[in-house]
């Protein structure tokens, strides 16, 4: 009979919700800045650690933020890329659908090709270790209109490595509204859409990111169960959250996994999947979110079944790959 702990770590899984800039360990990132010449303010992993503790959403960007400038050369960003798909393959995630955030880069003067090439590059290498995915560009919410309508045209040549535009970074103080006009350009040019909304905003930002992004998923959401409306028109659009458990407890969203609303969106009849957001800073990849949060939340097989089925549902695969992974979680024992 297999453990608790036995089914989370060989269970198949969806990963929805992954900045790969956040997949930067402190090992890679001190090598990266030796390889390119960066001035770093930490000279060890241990300083590097001591640094990781945050008190809300803008005191891990600020550190996140100073880390990808290692980040350099179309290398750099393949080794990245290769680094975090090993993790998720030895996770047993069989698919991933990555975040990047292109003007973390470009506006340090890398150029927007350099970045695509080396995390696509990684990824095509990827499905010969067992893993498909796909990759989604994060327009930097805090930057302007301007700046993210210059982002998306330089992303019109790679429609064929971009599948879906996503909005991050400071939630508070710009809301999804002030992006609806390069969304509406992104949807006419083909792309799916994204947001993270209700992480740390209230749930005006979600009705905005619906109604004005026509996104396909939210990011976070967890905020959407202060408002009853929401959670119905949620629920019946079966609107999927990409829920970061870890992520929440490290950035004071919730104090501990016991308070953690994962259960109760579901309870509500909501779609929500368990991912890891920026796993090298919130202390671990998908099965660490899976084996705190079945411990915090009591979760039992069917509820680990559940999340893994609706990410699988949730994602930018066809019909048929979800169906195909949907049947092997189906039969999980
Ligand atoms: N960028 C990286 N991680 C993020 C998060 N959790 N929220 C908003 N922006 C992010
Ligand atoms: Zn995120």
Not at 300 to 314: H, Q
Request: proline share 3%; aromatic share 10%; charged share 30%.
């Amino acid at each position: 009979m297999n453990t608790i702990h036995e089914f989370i770590k060989k269970l198949p899984k969806c990963e929805l919700h992954l900045h790969i800039e956040g997949s930067l360990e402190p090992d890679l990132m001190l090598k990266l800045a030796k390889r390119n010449d960066v001035e770093l303010k930490y000279k060890s992993i241990e300083e590097i650690q001591q640094a990781y503790q945050f008190d809300n959403l803008q005191s891990f960007l600020d550190i996140y933020y100073e880390g990808a400038g290692v980040l350099q050369k179309e290398e750099d960003f393949y080794e990245l890329t290769m680094a975090y798909l090993e993790r998720a393959v030895a996770d047993n995630v069989k698919h991933t659908e990555i975040f990047f955030d292109p003007q973390t880069h470009t506006d340090r003067g890398i150029p927007f090709d350099v970045v695509v090439s080396g995390i696509h590059k990684a990824l095509q290498d990827g499905k010969e270790m067992g893993i498909s995915s796909k990759l989604i560009m994060c327009f930097l919410r805090h930057l302007s209109e301007d700046a993210a309508f210059e982002t998306l045209n330089q992303a019109l040549t790679h429609k064929d490595k971009i599948c879906a535009v996503g909005l991050d970074s400071s939630e508070v103080g710009h809301p999804p509204s002030k992006f609806e006009r390069v969304f509406t350009k992104a949807l006419e040019e083909g792309f799916l859409t994204v947001a993270h909304a209700g992480e740390e905003g209230d749930p005006s930002y979600i009705w905005e990111a619906l109604d004005l992004l026509k996104v396909s998923r939210i990011d976070h959401g967890v905020r959407c169960l202060e408002d009853e409306v929401l959670v119905a028109r949620l629920k019946q659009e079966q609107v999927h959250l990409t829920v970061c458990p870890l992520s929440n407890i490290k950035l004071r969203v919730f104090d501990q996994m016991k308070d953690h609303k994962l259960k109760r969106l579901w309870d509500a009849g909501l779609s929500a999947g368990i991912n890891s957001d920026d796993p090298a800073y919130f202390g671990g990849y998908m099965n660490q979110n899976f084996l705190a949060t079945q411990e915090g939340l009591a979760l039992s097989k069917e509820d680990l079944r559940k999340t893994s089925l609706d990410a699988f549902n949730a994602s930018f695969l066809s019909e048929s790959e979800k169906r195909f992974w949907c049947d092997k979680v189906v039969s999980f024992e």
